[in-house]
């Protein structure tokens, strides 16, 4: 799941919004239900929009979520 710098998500290369992240996330804990989730966010990605997608996240099943942040371009 990632998180642009304008504070988009996106979810296997396609543009949603936070209300559907728990449906989807429920979704793929149906077909995996050992799933995990990364969270790519741009460095300067809307800190707001981080915890509301790792709280949509959790509601959707996943427990493990990790964090990587994408370096700003030089």
Do not use: C, K, Y
Request: charged residues 25%.
């Amino acid at each position: 799941i990632g998180v642009d710098l304008d504070g988009r998500i996106w979810m296997n290369n396609r543009e949603i919004e936070l209300t559907q992240v728990r449906q989807l996330v429920e979704d793929a804990v149906i077909e995996t239900p050992e799933s995990s989730a990364v969270l790519i966010a741009d460095q300067e990605s809307p800190t707001g929009v981080l915890i509301d997608v790792m709280d949509q996240v959790r509601l959707g099943g996943v427990g493990e979520i990790a964090v990587s942040a994408v370096p700003e371009s030089q």
